[in-house]
Nanobody
Framework: QVQLVESGGGVVQAGGSLRLSCAAS????????MGWFRQAPGKEREFVAT????????YYEDSVKGRFTISRDNVKNTVDLQMNSLKPEDTAVYYC?????????????????WGQGTQVTVSS
């Protein structure tokens, strides 16, 4: 059974940092791209970042470029999201996901497996 478990969420003041981690189990994900999405209250789920199967390429939503960094460890089957210079508008539930291919993009339909999410709250 495939399982993705996110951790690292919490409450932080604006300008602060958090590091999210997603642990995958049930299969090997080293040949698939992985990504992070988020959903704020009353809004649709939106793309945050994705990383290729090898970790050699990544892609970010414009509003997080330069502030967030996605990384992965294919030995541990984990994908992390380092979030710096957090803003109140980053407040959301953050989800990790495994894509169908080796490289993926911002379309959530290209991701097959999803975690349950972790709450990130940024206070002003």
């Amino acid at each position: 059974q495939v399982q993705l478990v996110e951790s690292g969420g919490g409450v932080v003041q604006a300008g602060g940092s958090l590091r999210l981690s997603c642990a995958a189990s049930g299969r090997t994900f080293s040949t698939y791209a992985m990504g992070w999405f988020r959903q704020a209250p009353g809004k649709e789920r939106e793309f945050v970042a994705t990383i290729s199967w090898s970790g050699s390429s990544s892609y970010y939503e414009d509003s997080v470029k330069g502030r967030f960094t996605i990384s992965r460890d294919n030995v541990k089957n984990t994908v992390d999201l380092q979030m710096n210079s957090l803003k109140p508008e980053d407040t959301a539930v953050y989800y990790c996901a495994v894509a169908r291919g080796r490289v993926s993009g911002a379309d959530a339909r290209a991701y097959d497996y999803w975690g349950q999410g972790t709450q990130v709250t940024v206070s002003s």
